[in-house]
């Protein structure tokens, strides 16, 4: 058992988790310890720069360091009259070295463990890295890393090195009004996605942020998506990325895919030879917190960014991004690990033998400790001052504790939505270790958490699940029923988590797991007709769109985005994650997805993509297109939809019973919403007066008449007071 040495060890002069009787060694000398209390005369702040040991174990160091050494000192570059100079906190570093171009600038230690330097103007724009010399306990040995500077604003091809620009503000662009959290319809997008296909962009600015200041096809759909009435697009992770080669002529490609058959290997093959050198990836590898990702710049990261925000902005789409500060893709002495080169064993969290958790997948980082913290409040501060967006999305936000988010809220003001992923898991779940950023620890706080109860009521079954044929609501079993009508009533109701409606983001799909039209291929029964599913896409867009909460689409959900099955495309290049915003050709048939995460499936999967039946049409595409922006019409002609109030949803929104596979919501006895996911018509009373089609819907099969609706199989028709 490796011993944790703690903040006790100053303020009591304790280290926990030892025998009674033990010896602390340190490189100055050996001690004693009576019950874990350590004597007065240990030099605390010299035995910190080298090995420690209780007996032959290492000592976890994160609790001293955070007590004798965390501050609120500034970090990182800044400039002042001209003038530029530089901070880093390394507490256990003996020596640190500023390495700017040729030149090696020797910085001073403050008592707080931040080193510093004051250069010259001439400095402006020079590339530069810091070398530490730090004991690091991986390799138990004293090592002088050559690292960047955590809170880079921005950098050199590859992140090779930092660069010492001075940001200007940035321009005061016009800016959509602020919304309510519960009024925001949120539009997830990945920004190499939204154009590196797009023939209308020009081809160097393909999967760029300048993409976004075009007249193009994609800008084109945005527009319409909010002039319908989408509030926000949320970026998938912009942060500078360990795992994209930002060179372009240095980026492989897998060569055209677009002969083999629908249900072939090949692709995917081809794909898997190229996907570590490819221009693709998700994101979520963090490297740098502060400075916009490299590989989505034409030739200035910054002002592109700025632009790209600009741009949305401009059609009155707000910016939210994606954040990753639950892990980072490295720690130890691997050249992609920062952080843990620069304080070792600092901003992980460890187990209590000393290893890493990676319950994230990678390198879980410790937000419990201060330091960790400060430098994502700062990182957040950052992007919301420096480039004007409106909110973030926090990438398995449950690994977090409530206090950072509530932090969080605090550092950057109400008018910026929060939301992210409340799961609980891993080292973390239960609040094994600290009170966790989780769906209903975070109920009551205007922080957003994604409702997977809504989600897998609909689709049916959940990710996990070995069998991904399991149907729900919109794919043919009924049973869920009740937890669709508790999503639409912004999971208020009991046996919801809820606490008010923004606290639940309402969505059926997202750029993880298949995409909606992936999963109503896989569950709906085989005779199921092309037009049949495009009603049922619109259906399950409808119960995140109607609900009182946030409402959630993954993009291109309303093309009948297909990723050919792929449950796990975050490194499946571009040919399985492309989007055809003119709704010309269907991304269904695109060959066998990559087997790295989905062969186990191939059985269920290979009939499927060799079937002609199941491959939509550029007709289909457009009808789903327009029923999707009919939903987005409705939410926003009416303010019943967003009623923003836990009291008020639990007063005017009730549930008529029409039986299984049909849902009657009626929003303060004046609209009356059905969604029929029966392969048959139904008609039913409802105590309610006359009513009328809303006029948004184009589709008029579904009628009112004596107090009663009839609404044609597999339809969405809402209804509104006769006058």
């Known amino acids: 058992m490796r011993a944790m040495l703690n903040a006790r060890w100053v303020s009591e002069r304790r280290i926990e988790c030892v025998p009674k009787r033990a010896t602390l060694h340190t490189e100055l000398g050996s001690w004693p310890l009576e019950r874990g209390v350590v004597p007065d005369d240990v030099p605390v702040r010299e035995a910190l ?30 400039w002042e009259d001209g003038r530029p100079s530089l901070a880093l906190w390394a507490p256990t570093a003996r020596d640190v070295v500023l390495l700017l171009r040729d030149e090696r600038v ?31 306990p991986a390799v138990d040995a004293v090592v002088r890393n050559v690292v960047t500077d955590p809170y880079s604003v921005t950098l050199t091809l590859n992140s090779e090195r930092s660069v010492l620009a001075q940001l200007p503000p940035p321009a005061d662009w016009p800016k959509p009004p602020p919304i309510r959290f519960c009024d925001a319809a949120i539009y997830e997008l990945h920004v190499r996605d939204f154009s590196i296909g797009d023939a209308t962009v020009p081809p160097e600015h393909r999967g760029t942020y300048l993409a976004f200041t075009h007249d193009s096809a994609g ?34 490609d897998p060569g055209e895919l677009s002969a083999f058959p629908p249900d072939s290997e090949e692709q995917q093959r081809r794909i898997g030879e190229v996907r570590h050198a490819d221009g693709y990836n998700w994101g979520y590898d963090p490297l740098h917190y502060l400075a916009p990702e490299g590989s989505y710049a034409v030739a200035d990261r910054v002002a592109e960014f700025r632009a790209m925000v600009a741009a949305l902005n401009a059609i009155g789409l707000r910016v939210v991004l994606d954040v990753v500060f639950n892990h980072t893709f490295a720690h130890g002495q691997h050249p992609h690990s920062i952080l843990d080169r620069i304080v070792p064993g600092y901003y992980h969290r460890l187990s209590p033998t000393g290893e890493v958790y990676d319950s994230t997948c990678c390198a879980n980082t410790a937000t419990e400790h201060r330091m960790m913290e400060r430098l994502m409040l700062d990182a957040l501060e950052h992007w919301a001052r420096a480039y004007r967006v409106d909110g973030f999305r926090f ?3 449950g690994h977090h ?7 969080a809220r605090e550092r950057l003001g109400p008018e910026l939505h929060l939301y992210g992923e409340g799961w609980s898991f891993g080292e973390v779940a239960g609040d094994a270790l600290f009170v966790a950023a989780s769906q209903r620890n975070l109920a009551g706080t205007g922080i957003g958490t994604f409702n997977d109860v809504l989600r897998d009521a609909v689709r049916g079954g959940s990710p996990h699940d070995p069998d991904p044929t399991i149907q729900g609501w919109a794919t043919g079993d009924p049973r869920d029923q009740a937890l669709v009508e508790l999503g639409l009533a912004g999971h208020l109701q009991p046996g919801g988590y809820a606490a008010a ?7 059926v799909d997202a750029h993880d797991n298949e995409t909606l039209f992936d999963a109503l291929q896989l569950k709906l029964p085989r005779e199921t007709t092309m037009d049949d599913r495009v009603r049922m896409n619109t259906l399950a867009l409808a119960t995140v769109t109607f609900s009182q909460s946030p409402c959630f689409w993954h993009a291109g959900t309303e093309l009948l985005r297909s990723k050919s099955l792929d449950r796990n495309s975050y490194d499946s290049g571009d040919w399985f994650n492309r989007i055809d915003w003119t709704g010309a050709e269907t991304t269904w048939g695109s060959g066998l997805p990559p087997a790295w995460d989905n062969e186990p499936f191939w059985p269920y999967m290979r009939p499927l993509l060799a079937d002609p039946a199941l491959k939509p049409r550029p007709e289909h595409i457009r009808t789903a297109r327009e029923r999707a922006l009919e939903l987005l019409r409705i939410r926003s002609s009416s303010p019943l939809f967003g009623l923003g109030d836990a ?65 044609p199989p597999r339809t969405v028709a809402v209804f509104l007071p006769s006058q």
């Open 49 to 78: 720069t080298g090995r420690l040991r209780v007996d032959e174990q290492p000592v976890q160091l994160a609790g001293v360091l955070d007590e004798l050494y965390a501050t609120d000192a500034r970090l990182g570059p800044a």
């Open 501 to 507: 409606p923004e606290d639940a983001i309402a969505y």
């Open 647 to 711: 009291d008020a949803i639990r007063r005017l929104v009730r549930f008529a019973d029409a039986g299984p596979g049909v849902i009657v919501m009626v929003l303060a006895d004046e609209l009356v919403v059905v969604l029929n996911a029966r392969a048959e018509p139904v008609s039913h009373a409802v105590d309610a007066r006359e009513r009328v089609l809303h006029p948004a819907h184009a589709e008029r099969e579904a009628s009112w008449a004596d107090g009663a609706f009839t609404v």
């Open 401 to 407: 504790t409530k206090a950072n988010l509530l932090a």
């Open 219 to 252: 800008m084109r759909h945005l527009r319409a998506l909010a002039e319908a009435g989408m509030t926000t697009v949320h970026l998938l992770p912009c942060n500078d990325i360990a795992t994209i080669e930002e060179d372009r002529a240095r980026q492989r």
């Open 395 to 397: 990438d398995l936000m």
């Open 106 to 136: 020797a910085m001073a230690r403050g008592d707080d463990g931040v080193w510093r330097v004051t250069g010259e103007p001439s400095w402006r724009d020079a590339e530069y890295a810091f070398e530490v010399t730090v004991f690091a």
